[in-house]
């Protein structure tokens, strides 16, 4: 092969990925403008080529991001930089969010973990400030930190309303996107109405987060389901004399699913739950950062439990590597149980029926629940999987309540990457291959 030859060959070979990137860098922007008409590109990838076509798909996605709404900073040292984003006023009026956004310490060579603060339900401004000065205080350096305001009081002061998820969805995608973060060490945590805010993140956004920290809350467990904090790290402190809205209570809740769950997968619920003796509303905060620290996440888990509940009325469009295309047309929410080894993926999909079991005999608020399971149907989702999960060199078996899906070589495909990539904003899964299943 002489030397024009393998120039030629080269010099095509560059202008081919060039054009690929184009062409998915149009995708990613059609997809930011909800355009209803836009075709993912598809190309067949080779296994050999998976981390080069990995690196296309991710600079374009790059590219493409540059347009986008909302943007983190730039990383400066701690309480010296603040911004604001503005939420939809469609959901909130009104709402702008400003925030702290700094470092502590020397960027690591794989970027800054980020700590996500949420504050408590004092004056906004106040607690605000105190978050600041409080997350100077935590030994977690080198770390970086964001930390929000509120944007208005009364009945807006829940961090979990569907204003503030907007917010937390662009987040996860600019820390994902930015070199200062390391996209396996996100942490939530927040004191008292930041407690019930972080425990719900914890578990809506699991597939993110390497662990999270509320403290002084205590949230009802239909709120935050237990199961989907398996593969993170999850501490919870709350005083066992902090009555005010059953907090203790609903901690000791907590606790008991956790410790229940554990039983079942012991190396899967990793969690430190503490009612602290003498303590009401305030206790010591200073501990959690330093536990979270030492979690970092997996990405790509074998096995998970994904129960899809809604915030404020929204549901998660996927989790770790599942995404919902259609949910059952029945009145409750849906229970995934993902299991892989040995190249065989199996899924259990149930609806989960609540019923209540104590109540607040003042207001009626419900505090515990029992459930039971029954096979789901109706709906559909696509099961994305990569390297990391199965040997796509080697048929793959995947089986759904007990039925025989597919057992087959994967097509490997530029169009699940970059799908999955719009799915999840995660340069840790942008999936080669799916499988569509119908149930």
Known sequence: MNKLYLLILSLFSLCVNAQNQGDIERYFMQTFNNSNAVVAPSARVSVSRLNAKRALVWQAWCKANKAAAYHLPTTDSFGSTTDKWLLPDTLEPHAVMPFY??????????????YVYLHGSGPKQQEWQTGLILAKRFADAPSLYFIPQIPNEGEWYRWWQR?????????????????????????????????????????????????????????PL???????????????????NDAGFYRNRLTGYTKEALDSMEALYPAGFRHKVELIPGRQHFIDYSVTTP??????????????????????????????????????AAECRT?????????????????VHYTTVERDPVYGIELKFSRHYTPARG??????????????SQPVKVVVNGK????RRLRLDVKNMVQSLVTYFDPERIYPAAVEVVY
Not at 169 to 190: C, H, I, K, Q, T
Not at 222 to 240: H, M, Q
Not at 404 to 407: A, L, R, V, Y
Request: proline share 6%; hydrophobic share 35%.
């Open 379 to 392: 709906g559909s989702f696509t099961l994305y999987l990569d390297e990391h999960l199965v040997d796509l």
């Open 291 to 328: 536990w979270l620290s030492h979690f970092t996440r997996n990405p790509h888990p074998k096995h998970f439990i994904w129960e899809d509940f809604e915030m404020d009325g929204l549901h998660r469009t996927g989790f770790y590597n599942i995404k919902v295309n259609k949910r059952p």
């Open 222 to 240: 239909k709120n935050a389901p237990v199961e989907n904090l398996e593969n993170i790290g999850f501490s919870f402190r709350t005083g066992a």
């Open 101 to 114: 956004y700094g470092s502590k310490g020397s960027k690591p060579e794989a970027g800054y973990p980020l």
């Open 163 to 219: 204003s503030k998820q907007v917010a937390w969805s662009n987040l996860l995608r600019e820390a994902m996107l930015s070199p200062d973060v390391n996209p396996n060490r996100l942490y939530v945590f927040g004191i008292s109405e930041g407690g019930y805010g972080s425990q719900r993140l914890a578990s809506f956004y699991a597939d993110y987060w390497a662990a999270a920290g509320p403290m002084a809350g205590g949230e």
């Open 404 to 407: 025989t899906i597919c057992e």
């Open 335 to 351: 229970r995934y149980d993902v299991n892989i080894a040995a190249n065989e993926v199996n899924i259990v999909v149930e609806d």
